[in-house]
């Protein structure tokens, strides 16, 4: 096992740091190169209607219209301002891809990729396509852990 991901979603920042340190001492054999990363299961949104929790696991994908981003959720579309480069940042990286300029998509929720002429097209469990960028997609490849590309 090279990695250990733990998800964390309602813990403050030194009893996170006091689970690692006792999780690290009671690994038999630990090895000081093994990677602890943590993130939380969640994202508190601001938007004019309130305050929103992104649980990552319910959000399909999010895209962006002129300065507004549109999280697309299991049963209902959050708006909110801001810039796709900047929600990208907050969220963690295993999860969520950006497979072009106005779109993320999370990793989990993909069900195909397919060729579309010269670009890709990614296939959502929901039955949504979103289209991948042929600059993307080695990266998104790596990302689901394929290692050649689909025949």
Sequence with gaps: MNKIHIIISEI???ECRELVQHLKS???DY???LKVTMHRSSLWLSTRKGHFRLIY????FIETDNRHLIFHYEDKIIRKSGKISDIL?????DIFF?????????????SKISPEGDRYNIHLRSGEI???S???YQDCLVSLGISTPLS
């Design 12 to 14: 403050s920042e030194p």
């Design 26 to 28: 009671t690994i038999r």
């Design 31 to 33: 090895d000081p190169a």
């Design 57 to 60: 696991s319910r959000c399909r």
């Design 89 to 93: 940042e907050k969220l963690p990286s």
């Design 98 to 110: 950006r497979c072009n300029n106005s779109y993320i998509v999370n990793l989990h929720h993909i």
């Design 130 to 132: 979103l289209p991948l």
């Design 134 to 136: 042929r600059s993307r």
